[in-house]
């Protein structure tokens, strides 16, 4: 124990995840002691990663304090804004700092060392976290000294060498059905990304060893030895303005980017949102913009909503700027590349960042621009593990440094758009397609008699055919990925559904499965019937891998066909290879799900055919229009970007709905007018505040149900002191999930901070045996 004056308060990057005190031992007094430094602190018999939240802390009335042990690095990876955020995510989650630090802090920054490396003397020695616990004080003022000269290291392991297992081919792998281990290899790494052979193993066990190296050999895996990244291997290269590959603004971009350069010399913060339609040249003012960000000696944030977006901003940045100091980073990369990626950002010069909204967690020193492409993207919304919404932390971290952020869409967030037409942020509008281009022609097409397994109707078929013919591309949309979403029963007259979900399990032809989306449930198929042990199934329905496979048939001979989604993008390479491959007109037809929606230039495609347009547009959300809207007008905004005309055929079953006259104009406006009044009619956000409390229990606990009626009866009354509206319990529209059934109350009010104060009550509510759950979900935007 400790008597010295001074104490720390540290937040645990572990279970419990609590915020502690500790004392300063005499012998580390000496040390700059800064928050967000990473530390190690007793708890119990254990040692734990902890980080430093507070420098100035007062030790708990009536406590002795435990002294810290020791530090894990002389100046801050992360700084003091990183624990700002921290703190801010906390209090606006109601989650504890260490939860939130566990989530945004890379792996290799949340473990302990094995040991500490010492070099004194003739030859380096180790000393053990055990050896340095019990070491005397004589002993620890010794290394205290050792530690401030930079004799001392955490091991924390750089330039050793581990092995990383990556997939070399795609579905369907030839493999024997009785191959189970090599199946199993394959499947984690198809559903897991690049790993490391030890954690593999660690996962599926050390019997599948054999099964990696009999792969190996198959070349159906790539295994590499990867050192561990150094500290800081280099701070990259000086920006040359002068190189820049930059394109001639044209006269609308030239006027935003007056504007917007005026804002980054300003030094001060700032919000704008740049308004343009599909094909304005967006991505041109981001690269003018970010050239003279750089230039300043400022980093920049580029943001996209999915990987594949992210990717063609990544190549096409390294065009532009081929000088510039470029990062690309997304939650697709291996742990080893995570890490190393949030180190070389801590250390670099001036770096253009780009990547999806976990990229805003990188320790970048001085950004002076945040760019959000596609601001309107649902995908800048994490809902799992750590609610958070990018654009928010956006706003913190660009009024933190007084930078300027910039939101971009042809199809802004009617929130967005309501505070830009309120005042609260400037507009900049980019009403001409680059090029003196016009918008496509869209047209709807009347599927009400169409056939389940015909996935295109012939109006479709017969275009797609004259554009092939005549040397164009074309692009299908279908939001659907697999072979078809139901296998039905023909005997039994039942659908296959998981077991933990009660929803229908979705064919992958390719990978021989049957897979629940939800909790990633498997079947092998072919298979028997659960219910009448019969394997009498008919596919119901149809997914982008059916479409292409359907689809060359029906189709000129020696048409090539890619397909862009979730399955066939999992390994980066070959994502990279189907952009790239598609713009270089290998192929004529580019198939995927609305991950192609959006920010992609192809100037060869003249049509556009949205397979099931309306698809979405009657969900039980109260932005199932917006999102129908802004994904129809999206993915129109891919044809007639080149030299030739562009035509849109969007199939939908009704086509008589007052929504699709907003959107064969393309009328944004007239849009929002429309969706704006029903929003205020009905109390939805931006006029108020929405909450959602998720709650879930165990299928095996019947009480579970009645809890939550009485729960819910007791919030309503304080609901109602407060001025707030509470709605429900009811069963969420995918009752059932991994297991647990899923309840949701929704809360309207004028503030957060009345909904996260009955959120609170809830959880004193809550009963300690830990079978239910409770989750609250600021300004939701999935509803399901």
Not at 211 to 225: C, G, H, Q, S, T
Not at 481 to 488: C, T, W
Request: glycine fraction near 6%; charged fraction near 20%.
């Amino acid at each position: 124990m400790s008597t010295g004056s001074r104490y720390l308060h540290t937040a645990v990057c572990s279970p419990p995840y609590r915020t502690l005190t500790y004392a300063v031992p005499p012998h580390l007094a000496d040390i700059s002691w800064a928050k967000g430094l990473r530390v190690i602190i007793p708890m119990g018999n254990s040692l734990r990663a902890a980080v430093v939240v507070d420098t100035n802390a007062e030790p708990p009335s009536g406590v002795e304090c435990k002294e810290i042990l020791w530090p894990l690095e002389h100046v801050p990876t992360t700084g003091e804004v990183f624990i700002d955020l921290a703190q801010n995510l906390s209090i606006r989650q109601m989650e504890p700092v260490g939860r939130i630090l566990s989530n945004i802090l890379p792996q290799k920054l949340r473990i302990l060392p094995k040991h500490f490396l010492v070099n004194s003397g003739s030859s380096p020695r180790i000393v053990t976290l055990k050896e340095l616990r019990g070491a005397s004080v004589h002993e620890q003022e010794k290394l205290a000294r050792l530690w401030a000269q930079n004799a001392m290291l955490p091991a924390t392991g750089p330039g050793k060498l581990r092995t990383m297992v990556s997939l070399a081919v795609d579905p369907p792998w030839q493999l024997r059905p009785n191959a189970k281990r090599e199946i199993a290899v394959m499947e984690y790494l198809f559903n897991r990304g690049t790993c490391s052979k030890p954690e593999m193993l660690a996962t599926l066990g050390k019997n599948v060893g054999p099964a990696v190296n009999a792969l190996a050999r198959k070349e159906m895996l790539i295994l590499r030895e990867e050192r561990d990244t150094p500290e800081c291997s280099s701070p990259g290269q000086d920006f040359s303005f002068e190189s820049c590959q930059l394109l001639c603004p044209s006269s609308e971009q030239s006027t935003a980017l007056d504007v917007l350069s005026k804002d980054l010399e300003r030094d001060e913060y700032c919000t704008r949102l740049l308004h343009g339609i599909t094909g304005s040249g967006k991505t041109l003012v981001y690269h003018q913009l970010a050239a003279r960000c750089l230039a300043q000696g400022k980093s920049v944030f580029l943001l996209a909503p999915e990987v594949a977006l992210a990717s063609a901003l990544y190549a096409s940045t390294r065009k532009a700027l081929p000088t510039a100091n470029v990062l690309l980073y997304h939650g697709y990369l291996a742990t080893a590349a995570r890490d190393a990626a949030f180190t070389q950002a801590a250390c670099a010069k001036p770096t253009v960042i780009i990547g999806t909204r976990s990229a805003l967690f990188l320790p970048v020193a001085n950004p002076g621009l945040y760019i959000l492409d596609e601001e309107h993207d649902e995908s800048f919304k994490q809902e799992d593990r750590l609610n958070y919404q990018a654009k928010e932390i956006a706003y913190f971290l660009a009024k933190y440094h007084k930078a300027l952020l910039l939101l971009g869409s042809a199809t802004p967030d009617l929130k967005t758009f309501h505070a830009a037409r309120s005042g609260a942020l400037d507009t900049l509008t980019l009403s001409h397609r680059v090029g003196g281009g016009s918008l496509p022609a869209i047209r709807l097409i009347d599927t009400a008699g169409l056939k389940a397994d015909e996935p295109l109707a012939p109006q479709s078929l017969d275009r797609l055919e004259e554009v092939i013919r005549s040397g164009g591309q074309a692009i299908i949309m279908l939001n659907r990925r697999g072979y078809a979403p139901l296998m039905y029963c023909l005997n039994c007259e039942q659908a296959v559904t998981c077991p933990h979900c009660r929803v229908g399990m979705t064919y992958h032809k390719a990978r021989e499965r049957l897979i629940c989306h939800y909790c990633g449930y498997t079947l092998p198929f072919p298979t028997f019937c659960p219910d009448c042990g019969q394997n009498t199934f008919v596919p119901m329905g149809g997914g982008t891998e059916q479409l292409e496979e359907k689809l060359p048939s029906l189709l000129p001979e020696n048409t090539s066909i890619l397909r862009l989604d979730r399955d066939t993008t999992r390994r980066q390479e070959r994502m990279d290879t189907i952009l790239a491959d598609f713009a270089a007109q290998k192929a004529q037809v580019l198939i995927g799900t609305q991950m192609l929606s959006k920010g992609h230039h192809f100037p060869e495609v003249r049509l556009v055919v949205a397979a099931e347009g309306d698809l979405g547009l009657n969900l039980p959300d109260y932005r199932a229009a917006e999102r129908t809207f802004q994904l129809m007008v999206q993915v129109s905004g891919r044809a007639g970007r080149g030299d030739h005309p562009g035509e849109v055929f969007i199939q939908t079953r009704n086509p008589g709905h007052p929504f699709w006259q907003f959107v064969l104009e393309a009328d944004y406006q007239a849009f929002y007018e429309r969706e704006i009044g029903l929003r205020e009619r009905f109390a939805y956000p931006p006029f108020v505040k929405l909450g959602l409390i998720r709650m879930n229990y165990p299928l095996d606990w019947p009480e579970g149900g009645q809890i939550i009626l009485e729960m819910a009866k007791t919030l309503r009354e304080a609901a109602k002191r407060s001025g707030l509206k509470l709605l429900g319990p009811a069963p969420a529209p995918l009752a059932q999930i991994r297991g647990r059934k899923r309840f949701q109350c929704l809360v309207k009010g004028k503030n957060w901070k009345d909904i996260r104060a009955l959120y609170a009550q809830a959880l004193r509510l809550q009963p300690n045996n830990g079978k239910l759950r409770l989750q609250l979900d600021l300004d939701p935007v999935n509803m399901l």
